[in-house]
């Protein structure tokens, strides 16, 4: 199949602060006042409390990880993913941009900690400890942004002091591993594009609409299934000649529809509902 032709490994490790921590004096009490046991609750506070520079620092750090996990396919359990040889331009684009971004947001906010940990107590009032407060050297520790790109090798390097005999259990441990994750990466386009034709089939099903209420559409429900197609040119790795005819299918079913004719027309819901689930149908997901 050519596969260490056609992807490459990509690890991505983007940390960030939580900052939150469990006050137990403030547990306690709440629990108390409930009459509850001592462990029915914990309550944390927010040590940045008053700011929301660390807090967004971790939304977008969430973000890169789901650009990440929705360009590339899976692999180990943890760690390295697939990354179509495709994609790789676009992907390194992207990614280097939201490292920019994510860079610049941590130094805005190492920049404004000394002031956070300041108003703190004003923030905080009984729930403030000093000692919660690690140095800013500390806190720079705790962002990080790590990515390493590897080569797929198809076969092992084997050149090892052991009996020929526990070298071929090695190879065909490796052999039979490999497989496993090759069928993994595979398998995943074909969930996506399952999830997104079931998706796609519900929001257009009229029959359990409210008849009161006019159902809302967003541009999302034609822009995410066209670009779930387009990636999917790129994440058919072993080019499966049914997953390329039923991205093909669902591709030709949004030719010429846009969102106003799905909010405006139920013939136009109907006929693209009804393609969708066809090509539900029609193959062994």
């Not at 939580?18 to 137990?24: L, P, V, Y």
């Amino acid at each position: 199949m050519g596969i260490a032709s056609s992807a490459v490994l990509v690890e991505l490790n983007v940390s960030n602060w939580g900052a939150s921590k469990i006050d137990k004096n403030v547990s306690e009490t709440v629990n108390a006042n409930h009459n509850a046991s001592p462990d029915a609750s914990k309550v944390y506070k927010n040590l940045v409390a008053g700011s929301s520079l660390c807090s967004d620092i971790g939304k977008y750090a969430a973000r890169i990880r789901l650009f990440h996990n929705e360009t590339t396919l899976p692999w180990s359990t943890k760690g390295a993913r697939l990354l179509p040889t495709s994609l790789v331009l676009e992907y390194k684009q992207q990614i280097n941009n939201m490292r920019t971004t994510y860079e610049t947001m941590c130094d805005k906010f190492f920049a404004e900690y000394p002031n956070i940990v300041a108003n703190a107590q004003t923030n905080l009032q009984g729930m403030f400890k000093a000692s919660d407060y690690p140095s800013l050297d500390e806190v720079k520790q705790k962002f990080g942004f790590r990515l390493v790109f590897s080569p797929l090798p198809e076969a092992g390097d084997w050149r090892l002091d052991v009996s020929n005999e526990d070298l071929a259990e090695l190879q065909r441990s490796y052999e039979a591993d490999f497989n496993d994750r090759l069928a993994d990466a595979v398998r995943a386009p074909w969930e996506k594009l399952y999830k997104e034709l079931q998706a796609l089939s519900t929001k257009l099903d009229d029959s359990t609409a409210d008849p009161d209420k006019k159902k809302r559409y967003h541009d999302s429900v034609i822009s995410n299934p066209q670009e779930l197609c387009r990636l999917l040119t790129h994440m058919n790795v072993t080019n499966d000649p049914k997953l390329e005819q039923a991205r093909r299918e669902l591709e030709r079913a949004l030719i010429g529809v846009d969102v106003e004719d799905i909010k405006d027309s139920d013939a136009v819901r109907s006929s693209v509902k009804a393609k969708v689930d066809a090509i539900i149908e029609k193959f062994d997901w």
